[in-house]
């Protein structure tokens, strides 16, 4: 049984965007890391994308050694089931994104959400309560 036919399965089963993950990491914003630990304890799913959003913010914007992005990588691999994009996300992608009007990134994580079975959306970054195809509701979860 492949990842879609266990998400499936499931009810409610939760997809977590770049943003809510990095939070997991961001101790200035103490609530909302908080949130993003409880979320990711969770039965989650990330995507490749989200591992490479995620290098790069932290590597950027805050500074990490690689060395201890890689740790934190791991952590979050641990945490989490990983979803890796294929050919058929992008293309799903480029869907939603001309269907919703999102940016290519942002539908990229929407199809790999609903590509890996979820139901849920965790993401600071798209609109609170949206659903998408009647499959995929966005919540953010620090409202």
Known sequence: MDLTERRQMQDN???LDSNI???AYFKQEERKQRIAKQLISESSVISTQVLQEMSNTL???MK???QTIKLLLEECITNSEVFTNTTATVFSACDVAARYGFSFYD???IAAAM???CTTLYSEDLQHSQT???KLI???PFI
Do not use: A, E, P
């Open 21 to 23: 993950v990095i939070y």
């Open 115 to 117: 590509d890996s079975g």
């Open 138 to 140: 966005i919540k953010n």
């Open 132 to 134: 998408i195809d009647g």
């Open 107 to 109: 539908s990229l994580i």
């Open 13 to 15: 089963t939760i997809f």
């Open 64 to 66: 990490v050694d690689f």
């Open 59 to 61: 590597r950027r914007k």
